[in-house]
């Protein structure tokens, strides 16, 4: 009996590790994922740019993918490897977790729990010192704008 007990306790502190660790992902992707997983889960973009220098990057600049619904950057580290640095959610056909554009603020806190809000901006920052945020902008009590940042500078 002893046993059983310990082992349930250990499977539900496994559940709850993996819970608090869990990247939250739009479409399978998420932040830090490399160009080849982006294209592997998405295929191939509807447009691809170059943005201006970016300052933080040592003036190299991203790479800006546009699919349905979504905007992924992408950013080189110094061996010019691309990176998802931010994700910005343009369409209600995607979701987060189950949240997507129109739901409403009480449903984000249901889900990823409470948070200041900042200029009608919900930041979530699951990883302390990553820089990495999920910023939910909420207009009339109603989410107008999902984005997923890495800040890198």
């Known amino acids: 009996m002893i046993k059983r007990i310990s082992l349930l306790a250990l499977f539900s502190l496994c559940a709850v590790v993996q819970a608090q660790n869990q990247h939250h992902l739009v479409n399978g992707i998420t932040l830090n994922d490399s160009l080849a997983k982006v294209k592997q889960q998405l295929g191939q973009p509807s447009s691809e740019t170059r943005t201006d220098p970016n300052e933080c990057n040592e003036g190299a600049p991203d790479l800006q993918l546009r699919y349905p619904g979504m905007v992924v950057t992408l950013s080189p580290d110094a061996k010019q490897q691309y990176s998802v640095s931010s994700i910005d959610i343009t369409s209600a ?3 987060v977790s189950g949240i ?7 449903q984000v806190k249901r889900v990823f729990g409470s948070s200041d809000m900042r200029n009608n901006v919900m930041i ?3 990883e302390p010192q990553s820089g990495q945020t999920y910023e939910f902008t909420v207009r009339g009590g109603k989410v107008s704008h999902i984005k997923f940042n890495s800040y890198m500078c």
């Open 93 to 95: 056909a995607l979701n």
């Open 100 to 106: 997507r554009l129109g739901d409403s603020a009480s």
């Open 124 to 126: 979530y920052d699951f």
